[in-house]
């Protein structure tokens, strides 16, 4: 049996993907406090859908997701790009990440569930 976990979500995210919410909480800066189900895949999408409108750098996408663990940011994203959901690339000091077309076809399926 899967556990509910307690995790900060994106409004907008929590907005499109409610059927991972239990139960909402309080609003804090651009994310709602949820009990929520199947926390792994929520938290691939968080990811993904920061970066579905543009490609971030690693401090924006850490902060845009609100997965608050930096170790567990980092597994969810080194398993976006080991999986080809996202692409990295160097940009100066910074490294930029991008969704790719898999990673859209990812963000889809949950998206577009009812159609």
Request: hydrophobic letters at 40%; charged letters at 25%.
């Amino acid at each position: 049996m899967m556990r509910a976990r307690l995790t900060y979500v994106p409004l907008e995210v929590a907005d499109q993907f409610e059927d991972f919410i239990i139960k909402r909480d309080e609003e804090i800066l651009g994310a709602v406090k949820a009990r929520t189900k199947d926390y792994s895949t929520l938290s691939l999408l968080k990811l993904l859908y920061q970066l579905r409108g543009n490609p971030m750098t690693f401090s924006d996408l850490y902060s845009k997701s609100k997965i608050r663990m930096k170790k567990s940011f980092l597994n969810y994203l080194h398993l976006c790009v080991d999986y080809n959901f996202v692409r990295k690339e160097a940009s100066g000091a910074n490294m930029i990440y991008t969704i790719t077309d898999k990673g859209r076809v990812m963000l889809n399926l949950f998206i577009n569930k009812g159609n």
